[in-house]
């Protein structure tokens, strides 16, 4: 072998190695939940506020009644990954890497106590096909754009929005890009959902790097008899909701707000309020 | 000899590589993304707080110390804005947390203007800039601010006049300091999305930094710009 091609090679895999190591950020570690956002709802059932719900998310949503949590087949079934940047708790982030050549084939986010573990796949590996199984997690793909970890979630199954009943269906998808700036991770999630939502939802989350290690998964979750005896789920009729008003009578916030319309998103809606 | 002429050469294509070229002479002639435009705010989180002044009291996720939540309680917007302080919520530690539209243009070839309608306020991002000298204290503060590779902007604002994190008085001090973030993302169907994390220090009244992160819809024009004077209320 020529020493010009010796050379070639190792200045092209030198070249390689330091746009990988001066584009990408470390990921895995301890991040810790900076809750400064508040993004689960209050608890009252009908808190729909900064969701684009559409119709049909909406009439879904107000059907909701808490009370299905206390059915025995609906206690474990946690949330889908879209809780993941609204949830209470931290990330656990850790990586599998090739042994031979040294590259990250997946990241993984621990699971919460009511949320299950996500593993971002970035060997390439494509999604699987529409018919394949769908899961609480979903499937999730990464790669890195510059210094920004992209990663894509399909095939879940449909669950919530958000805990206080905002539905999502088997057909939504969540987009995150992953910045770090310090000692900072921001998340921006961008979920799509054709059947519930109006328009693609947008959030971010921040959360700070932890000296502390955080857990890899919660505890486990275990069913027992919480006194709901009926044979149908828990549920509100349409128009029967009895907490719609809740969030007017808390805290002033219109009923088209609490309820999730899009318009509410807009700075215009807030013009609209102060001249009622 | 084969190997170290190899090193020398690795070497130095991995430093050219991490350092590519002398800085630009300019701020905008080295941007390292676009933000100028018109973005609106799109109010996913924090709703209660952000379309609707909260009441008294209600000053939940903020990690405010003994001392914060003393001068919150206190929050009395009539004196605000007998005292001429109804822009006190328009800071630059909480404007980009405002319903608001905001115009980004370069005002000139090292200085970044951010205009809100909203409270009709402007922010200056100063580039290649010394840090601030003490001076006047201002609603907007000084901004110093820098590209960071590969395609953020990061901005550090001091000498603020002491305002409010929230509309209902959660209150910062003018020796806060407010470090942020500009990022920009693609979002379906073509449009842009800017996210803004924003990191507020202030010990005065906060038990530690108070972390937000807001995000904009880019608009293809300013017809929905709206110029709305500061309200306490």
Known sequence: MGSNTVLGKVMLLCVLGCQTAAAQFELTGSWAARNHEFLTGDGLPVDFTGIPL?????????SYSESQLSMVERQCQGWPAFYLVQGPFGLKIWSETDPLKGNV???????????????????????????????????????????TLV????????????????????????????????????????IEDPIY?????????????????????????????????????PHYLPEKNPFVDEMTKKYGVPRDAAIGKPETLYPEYKKKIAAR | MRISLAAVLVSLSCLAAQDRGAPPATAKGGALTDLTGYWVAYVTEDWRFRMITPRKGDFQAVPMNEEGRRVANAWDPAADEAAGNQCKAYGAAAIMRQAARFHI????????????????????????????APGERTWQGYSN??????????????????????????????????????????????AEVLLVTS?????????????????????????????TPCSAK
Not at chain 1, 128 to 138: C, D, F, I, K, L
Not at chain 1, 206 to 227: H, K, M, N, R, V
Not at chain 2, 105 to 131: K, Y
Not at chain 2, 149 to 161: A, F, G, I, Q
């Open chain 2, 105 to 132: 243009t370069w005002q000139d070839e090292n200085t970044l203007r951010v205009e809100s309608d909203a409270g009709m306020q402007a922010r200056l991002f100063h580039f290649n800039s010394a840090p601030a």
């Open chain 1, 54 to 62: 559409n119709e049909e998310g909406r009439t879904r949503a107000l």
């Open chain 2, 145 to 190: 601010a820098q590209w960071e590779r590969p395609s953020s902007l990061k901005v550090t604002t001091t000498n603020l006049r002491a305002g409010y994190l929230r509309k209902n008085g959660v209150p910062y001090s003018e020796s806060a300091i407010v470090t942020e973030y500009f990022d920009k993302a693609p979002a379906p169907g073509g």
């Open chain 1, 151 to 190: 990663t894509r979630t399909t095939h879940m199954k449909a669950g919530f929005l958000r805990k206080t009943g905002a539905p999502s269906s088997d057909e939504a998808s969540l987009t995150m890009r992953f910045y770090r700036h310090g000692d900072v991770l921001t998340i921006l999630a961008i």
């Open chain 1, 105 to 147: 084939i997946s990241y993984t986010i621990g699971a919460w106590e009511d949320r299950a573990p996500m593993i971002i796949w970035m060997d390439g590996r494509p999604h699987p096909s529409q018919y394949a199984e769908h899961t609480r997690a979903g499937f999730t793909t990464g790669l890195w754009e510059g210094n």
């Open chain 2, 199 to 227: 990191i507020v220090d202030d010990p005065k009244y906060l038990a530690q930094q108070f972390i937000v992160s807001s995000q904009f819809k880019k608009e293809a024009e300013g017809s929905k710009w709206d110029p």
């Open chain 1, 197 to 233: 939502l109006a328009e693609p939802w947008i959030l971010s989350r921040s959360f700070q790097l932890s000296a502390a290690p955080l857990s890899t998964s919660g505890p486990p979750c275990i069913t027992a008899f919480e006194a709901t005896t009926r044979e149908t789920a």
